[in-house]
């Protein structure tokens, strides 16, 4: 038997290191008798976003290899480095983090980094402890959103440890390279040194503790994209589109990327932003300007949830302009990212 089942250890690639389980050293401790298989997994990296995957894909080819076993078969996941109790691995702003949420689109120009925002405020003003990474490293615009452009980041020593101190705005923790750069210079960075830069914010943000980070992602499939899936074991995602038919194509490229078999990120939902807009004079009245239901249609296509339908609110314009997000306890725009922020919750809830 332990023939076979190092032979299935060998035919199980680590999409990062390209390397086998075993070769790979994941492989902690493997136990066979004629009544159980169990094989525990150390995952050297903490939150590594592979090893669901991974165990899922092991457990399926130990079933095929002995089916006589069902379900005798025990896959154990171990994620990081021993670690003495009460003491956090000082050496990751991230190892208080609790759900991170990716927010994405198949384009630019359909609000993203605007929902992101809100979402956010949405969940901080809710009391939840929350954090936002602008990982849109070539069009960073969270620190105007949240009017904090002039913002310098100070450092301080953690052990022995660097750590960058975020922006603490509106309730929510906030880092991003625009922090650091002019958006000229991002423009002008290669893939390497967009990626490289991105790395140094998620691991060494003095995030603390935190319910949520929200991941502001760059619009489209890309290195960053590879590089956040590949340093973080991301919760859930939620894709924001709008209405038009040109859009929605991008989108459905977006949700492919998440279910693939090396991503295997959640969608948690679609949202339709621009939904519709309606002047403050004609409280009744609804123009569907971009489109009527395309992203609802595209969700049942999807057989995924359309989580949250935003119109065009002139608040909301104007407050990412100014530095104050629309959805601000008071705005008209609150109540419809609040909704939109407890759906998320609840549905991250539900797989925990």
């Known amino acids: 038997m332990k023939k076979e089942v190092d032979k299935v250890l060998d035919s199980i690639i680590h999409p990062e290191t390209g390397l086998s389980l075993r070769a790979s050293g994941i492989v902690e401790s493997v136990a066979m008798s004629d009544e159980r298989i169990a094989v525990t997994l150390l995952f050297k990296r903490r939150r590594d976003p592979f090893a669901k995957s991974i165990a899922r894909q092991l457990t399926e080819a130990l079933t095929a290899e002995f089916p006589q076993m069902g379900e005798k078969i025990h896959i154990e996941i171990k994620e990081g480095e021993p670690q003495t109790a009460g003491e956090p691995d000082k050496a990751d702003g991230m190892a208080r983090v609790g759900k991170i949420i990716a927010i994405a689109s198949g384009k630019g120009g359909v609000g993203k980094s605007t929902v992101a925002s809100n979402l956010a405020v949405s969940l901080a003003a809710t009391g939840y402890r929350v954090g936002?990474?602008?990982?849109?490293?070539y069009g960073p615009s969270q620190p105007k959103m949240f009017g904090v452009e002039d913002f310098v980041p100070a450092a301080e020593m953690s052990g022995n440890h660097e750590m960058i101190v975020p922006a603490h705005v509106y309730g929510v923790e906030l880092m991003s390279v625009g922090f650091f750069i002019s958006t000229d210079d991002a423009l002008l960075w290669r893939g390497p040194m967009a990626t490289g830069a991105l790395r140094q914010l998620i691991h060494q943000t003095r995030w603390g503790e935190l319910d949520y980070l929200l991941i502001d992602m760059p619009p489209g499939t890309g290195d960053v994209h590879l590089t956040i899936l590949s340093e973080l074991k991301i919760d859930g995602a939620v894709i924001v589109s709008t209405p038009q038919q040109v859009a929605l194509a991008d989108v459905r490229r977006g949700i492919a990327m998440f279910?693939?078999?090396?991503?295997?990120?959640?969608?948690?939902?679609?949202?339709?932003?621009?939904?519709?807009?309606?002047?403050?004079?004609?409280?009744?009245?609804?123009?569907?300007?971009?489109?009527?239901?395309?992203?609802?249609?595209?969700?049942?296509?999807?057989?995924?949830?359309?989580?949250g339908e935003i119109p065009i609110i002139q608040s909301v314009m104007d407050g990412a302009d100014t530095g104050k997000p629309g959805a601000l306890p008071g705005n008209r725009a609150e109540i419809y990212y609040r909704e939109t922020a407890q759906i998320i919750v609840d549905k991250l809830g539900r797989n925990c």
């Open 259 to 307: 279910r693939s078999d090396k991503v295997n990120v959640p969608v948690l939902g679609i949202i339709e932003n621009m939904a519709w807009f309606t002047p403050a004079e004609l409280p009744d009245n609804r123009y569907y300007i971009f489109g009527r239901g395309g992203a609802r249609e595209l969700a049942i296509a999807e057989g995924i949830d359309l989580i």
């Open 132 to 137: 936002l990474l602008d990982a849109d490293i």
